[in-house]
């Protein structure tokens, strides 16, 4: 079955980076556009970046020219490199893979910017 696992997260000060992981198992992971969203309590989950299987990469204007999304066909991972965090950041971070008319999300991992 699909999984996604995500890993990377955690506190860190406003300015700060951040690199998260999400190792995708039970589909042919180079094959997907993928994605990277944010949850914050109360809200929507919102796209953050995408990554198309040309390694073709679109942002939310918010995040541009400080985060930066790839993706390691070999290694069944994709990344985000946040650089530059602002407190706004703060949220739980989710990929995605659309994957045959479902969404596959993985369970999360919790970025804290503080300022």
């Known amino acids: 079955q699909v999984q996604l696992v995500e890993s990377g997260g955690g506190l860190v000060p406003s300015g700060g980076s951040l690199r998260l992981s999400c190792v995708g198992t039970?589909?042919?992971?180079?094959?997907?556009?993928l994605g990277w969203y944010r949850q914050v309590p109360g809200k929507d989950r919102d796209l953050v970046a995408s990554?198309?299987?040309?390694?073709?990469?679109q942002y939310v204007d918010s995040v541009k020219g400080r985060f930066t999304i790839s993706r390691d066909n070999a290694k069944n991972t994709l990344y985000l490199q946040m650089n530059t965090l602002e407190p706004e950041d703060t949220a739980v971070y989710y990929c995605?893979?659309?994957?045959?008319?479902?969404?596959?999300w993985g369970q999360g991992t919790q970025v804290t910017v503080s300022s």
């Open positions: 995605r893979v659309y994957y045959l008319d479902h969404n596959y």
């Open positions: 039970g589909f042919s992971f180079g094959s997907y556009a």
């Open positions: 990554i198309t299987t040309f390694n073709s990469a």
